[in-house]
């Protein structure tokens, strides 16, 4: 016979009672509206009620918490995790969390957790063991390895209505460091330089570059196809998201015209490949379909560039970033058109306001990468 239990949502049976069950049944309602039956595999009463409150539990960390709710770290970052493909990005979330610890109140995170998380983080990379002494809360740190994740789960509760935002202010240097440098915009002169040395890398590889030493031939093809990523970026200025996730399929080499998939807005973009990347991507092994580009993040583009840069007149060594690239295209598009619209346009940007940020001055403009003829037009 059914038969209720004080405390418990919902109608228990008995086994044998509720369509020839064998073990003890829960009918009722989740905490989302909807009814339903739950065969509990238990045949007596403590191992039922146990089962639905350990069901009860997982129904709770599962659904949504309502608008306006304070909640703790632990349960927005599973419900962020959800969001996420990537195992490698739920292991990160997960680790911050394990660093500041499950039942942190979201609402009352600020930039001290972030700070005591990466020092943390350090201590942990470093392989050093027993009690750790941690910085005070105000000392800063820029590692991006903590303030991603934070940064996420907390914006991922904000847009649930979950808790007021609170924002994370940038993080400034310590005393002492050097601070971030100014904006930069990528000269003709520095990628030639970039592509020159590419060019005398690959040449070392070519006389092992054999059969039985695929470690060269392995280098050689990283080589041409960082070439081509930074002459397509440098002449075209499309994000390097963007480039990353070109396809084989989208390119045709023989009439030198391709097409890439741009974002903010989602939009095709057709254009024409100079001669220089046509030959470029030549060169590579080109697939019917596929990626054109081996990385997945831009973070592995910037180790090889860094690793193949030449040294540069201050006796560092030559820096190129593709958003360096991206001003200079800007820039070289509002100098030949005068239209800072069809710049916003070109590049992809929602506000004229940044656009104009990247446009720089004169003295360091380069010459028109974009191909003025096409700017604007999609």
Known sequence: MPYKIAGQPGTWYEPGTRKGNVTIVWRGQLPDGRWTELVTDAAHQS?????LKNAAARWHRDRPPAAGA??????????????LRSDEEKARVDRVVGYLGKRTAVAAINQSHVTIAAAKFRAERAGATGPQTYPPPSAATVNREITTPMRAIVRFAAAQEWRSLIELKAVKPLAGETPRPPRQIARDETVDRLLQAID?????????ASGRDKAAVRKAASLRALYALILVTHERGYRISEWLRWDWETIDLGKGTASILLSKPD????????????AALSALDARPAGRVFPWHGRSAVYNAVDTVAPPSENGGRVSWRPHESRRAVVTAVIRNTGDPVAARDYVGHANIKTTLRYSMPDTTSPQTRAGGSRVGKR
């Open 47 to 51: 191992g039922a009620e146990a089962f």
């Open 70 to 83: 304070a909640v703790d770290l632990d349960t927005a970052a599973h419900h962020y995790k959800a969001t």
């Open 200 to 208: 005398a890398a690959i040449e070392q590889c070519r006389p092992t």
């Open 267 to 278: 939009r095709w973009q057709e254009f024409d490949l100079s001669p220089e990347a046509v």
